[in-house]
C-alpha cells in the first residue's frame, strides 16, 4: 500500500539568501537623508556539501558594506528601507550566530588571549549548543591550529602578533560558531601582498571544510575572481547591482593562489570583470538599470527587457 507521504516529493530548498528590491536610506540629523544602496535584487542558492561563494566589488561608496551589514542584520541597518531579506526563507530581522561577520580592521579583544578571543562566540551561546567549559577550550584549541597558528600563539595578546595573525583570530572566532554563512568586509586590504595570499589560500582550504555560503566585499577585482563563484559590480551610490559574472576561474584545490593568479587565462578573466568594472565607473548612474543577481550570468535588468 502506498502512503501519500510516500509519494510526495521533497519540499524545495530556501535559498541561503535572497533580496528582493532591497534599499537603505539612512537620516542624519536635520540633514537631508542618504540613499544608500536600492533595487538590490539578488538570489544566493542553498548548495548542498559547498555552498557558494559570492564576491563584491564596486567604486568607494557604493554600499558594498552596507549590503553586507543588511545581510548581517546589525540594528542600524535592518529592516530595509524598503524590499526584503530572507536568510535561508526567514526575514533577517537581527543578528544571529548563523552569519559570521570578519571585519576590515582586525576585530580582537585586547584584554584577552588568543584562545580566549577564539572562544569568545562560543561561550556567549554555550548553553544553547550544550557546551562545557572543556568542550569551549577544546574547540577553540582545533580552530587555533586551523588557522595555522602555533600552539605558542594560544596565550599571547592580540599586541603581540601581526596583522596577519590577528586576522587569523578573528576568523577562527567567526567559524568555531559553524555559521551557515560568512560575511566578510575587506578582510586583507590591510595585509600586505604574500600575506594576503596566505589569507586567501586559507580561505579556500577552510571554506571546503565549514560549507556555508560566503560573501566577500572586496577592492581587488583580482581576488573577487579568485575566490568568487560569481562576482557582483555594484554602481555607485545609490548602490545597485549592475553586473554579475558567474564564470569565473574557481581555485584549485591544493594550489597556491599566487600560482592561479600567475596563469594567462586568471589574467583574462581579471581583464574581462575589470572593463566592466571601468564601464559601471564611466557611465551616467542614471543610466545603470539593476539587474538581478540569480547566478545566471545573464545581467538581464529587473522587471525584463528595457
Given amino acids: ?47 548542498s556539501g559547498t555552498g557558494e561563494f559570492v564576491c563584491i566589488v564596486g567604486p568607494s561608496g557604493c554600499g558594498k558594506s552596507t549590503v553586507l551589514q543588511m545581510i548581517a542584520g546589525f540594528d542600524t541597518h535592518v529592516p530595509p528601507t524598503r524590499g526584503t531579506i530572507a536568510f535561508f526563507g526567514e526575514p533577517v530581522r537581527g543578528p544571529g550566530a548563523d552569519r559570521g561577520m570578519l571585519f576590515q580592521h582586525y576585530s580582537c579583544y585586547p584584554h584577552l588571549t588568543v584562545l580566549d578571543n577564539i572562544a569568545f562566540g562560543v561561550r556567549l551561546h554555550a548553553k544553547e549548543l550544550g557546551l562545557s567549559k572543556a568542550d569551549i577550550r577544546q574547540l577553540a584549541h582545533e580552530w587555533l591550529l586551523k588557522v595555522k ?124 570583470v575589470s572593463h566592466a568594472f571601468f564601464s559601471v565607473l564611466s557611465t551616467p548612474r542614471e543610466d545603470l538599470l539593476p539587474i538581478h543577481a540569480d547566478g545566471s550570468g545573464s545581467g538581464k535588468p529587473v522587471g525584463g527587457d528595457r
Fill in 1 to 47: 500500500m502506498t502512503t501519500e507521504s510516500a509519494t510526495q516529493p521533497e519540499p524545495p530548498r530556501p535559498n541561503a539568501l535572497e533580496m528582493v528590491g532591497v534599499a537603505k536610506e539612512f537620516r542624519r540629523g536635520s540633514a537631508p537623508p542618504f540613499l544608500a544602496v536600492t533595487d538590490v535584487h539578488a538570489t544566493v542558492a542553498d548548495i
Fill in 149 to 272: 597558528l602555533r600552539e605558542s600563539d594560544a596565550r599571547k595578546y592580540p599586541n603581540e602578533l601581526s596583522g596577519g595573525m590577528r586576522q587569523r583570530v578573528a576568523l577562527a572566532r567567526c567559524l568555531a560558531l559553524k555559521p551557515r554563512c560568512l560575511l566578510m568586509d575587506e578582510p586583507f586590504s590591510a595585509l600586505d601582498e604574500p600575506t594576503r595570499y596566505e589569507m586567501q589560500d586559507l580561505i579556500v582550504d577552510l571554506w571546503a571544510e565549514i560549507e556555508a555560503t560566503v560573501v566577500l566585499v572586496s577592492h581587488s577585482v583580482a581576488e573577487a575572481v579568485y575566490l568568487g563563484d560569481r562576482v557582483w559590480v555594484m554602481s555607485g551610490a545609490p548602490g545597485t547591482i549592475v553586473r554579475e559574472f558567474a564564470d569565473v576561474i574557481r581555485p584549485v584545490p591544493g594550489e597556491p593562489s599566487m600560482v592561479t593568479q600567475a596563469k594567462p587565462g586568471f589574467a583574462e578573466a581579471v581583464a574581462e
